[in-house]
């Protein structure tokens, strides 16, 4: 079975400065990977995905992410935060070619400090 | 445009009464999930549909009863045998092809009065 490990249950950072979101990923088999951000009181919105390709994904709002296979990570970063970015970021993975469901993280929240 | 919408956005039960939380999406989608949410303990799978006339159990099915008698629609019932209905319950959905992702609605917040 699969799983997914955010390791920071709550990232602080100051306005304008950069920030990088944990994830490690447990799987027997090749997966696909998501970020999703969640603002207070809504849904799940889909920030980026890894399928295939470059190791090196960009989403939307400025943010990026890189698949490393080795390390089974897939870390979510943002050179310059705005205030606008505080929200919870849910990591998840599903395996490829399998009849199964999406495996969430417990999220991690992200406070912006002016 | 497609989506999926939730309704309502706010619910308020009384103790020992049913409820029942309105998923309905325009995007073609096969599958369909519903998801749980508490402060600090993620999204918990409480029951998924994969096609019309066919569900299975999540994780924490228990207090909870859902019907799939069309494509659009997947609405959950929250009985008066869940002990803390009190949280927010996402809606999802999502094509065969399993790297396409998740499609969420906006939620339905619930609060037992």
């Known amino acids: 079975a699969q799983s997914v490990t955010q390791l920071d249950s709550q990232v602080p950072v100051f306005e304008e400065a950069p920030v990088e979101l944990r994830c490690n990923y447990s799987s027997s088999v090749s997966v696909y990977l998501f970020w999703y951000v969640q603002y207070p009181n809504q849904g799940l919105q889909l920030l980026l995905k890894y399928l295939s390709g470059s190791t090196l994904v960009k989403g939307i709002n400025g943010f990026e992410a890189e698949f490393n296979k080795s390390q089974t990570s897939f870390h979510l970063r943002k050179p310059s935060v705005h205030i606008s970015d505080t929200a919870e970021y849910f990591c998840?993975?599903?395996?490829?070619?399998?009849?199964?469901?999406?495996?969430f993280g417990k999220g991690t929240r992200l406070h912006i400090l002016p | 445009d497609g989506g999926i919408t939730q309704s309502p956005k706010y619910l308020f039960r009384k103790e020992g009464q049913n409820v029942t939380l309105s998923c309905e999406q325009n995007?073609?989608?096969?599958?369909m999930y519903w998801y749980r949410q508490d402060p600090g303990q993620g999204l918990r799978l409480i029951y998924y549909s994969q096609i019309v006339n066919d569900f299975q159990k999540g994780d924490i099915a228990e207090g909870y009863s859902v019907s799939r008698e069309k494509k659009e629609s997947f609405p959950l019932t929250v009985t008066s045998a869940q002990k803390n209905p009190t949280a927010f319950y996402l809606c999802?959905?999502?094509?065969?092809?399993?790297?396409?992702?998740?499609?969420f609605g906006s939620g339905t917040r619930l609060t037992v009065v």
């Open positions: 995007l073609n989608h096969d599958a």
């Open positions: 999802a959905s999502s094509q065969q092809f399993p790297g396409e992702g998740y499609t």
């Open positions: 998840a993975v599903i395996r490829m070619n399998r009849d199964d469901k999406i495996i």
